[in-house]
């Protein structure tokens, strides 16, 4: 859904700033959320820490014992899936360089890779 982000700028804005009243914390993820988005919307907030999870070494294995929307589809709907994760987890670790996010792999042990998301968020 990453070609959605753009066309969902003006209501991710809105609804993040919303979240923003008040003491509370919300966590907001999706693929919508971009580094790009990130990188807007912070000036309008009191404050906000981001974090940018990516699988850029996704194997077939892994995706099949993953997301049950996929259930029952034929291999090639899993290698189109697959290539498109892939190609946004490396298009995110690159904005996330080059706009100063935090990108953290999760190709390898999943619970290191959040306990690193966590870190990188400071909780």
Not at 26 to 33: A, H, K, P, Q
Not at 99 to 114: I, K
Request: with cysteine; net charge negative; charged share 25%.
């Amino acid at each position: 859904h990453a070609d959605k982000a753009d066309s969902m700028t003006g209501l991710l804005t809105h609804f993040v700033c919303c979240a923003d009243i008040g003491n509370d914390a919300y966590l907001i993820e999706g693929d919508v959320i971009t580094p790009a988005f990130a990188q807007l919307i912070a000036p309008q907030l009191s404050e906000m820490r981001a974090v940018f999870l990516g699988n850029s070494a996704l194997t077939l294995d892994d995706l099949r014992h993953a997301p049950d929307w996929l259930e029952n589809s034929e291999a090639a709907g899993y290698e189109t899936v697959r290539r498109e994760i892939v190609a946004r987890s490396e298009r995110l670790r690159a904005d996330c360089k080059q706009l100063g996010y935090a990108y953290v792999e999760m190709s390898q042990d999943r619970n290191a890779s959040f306990a690193a998301a966590l870190k990188a968020l400071d909780l």
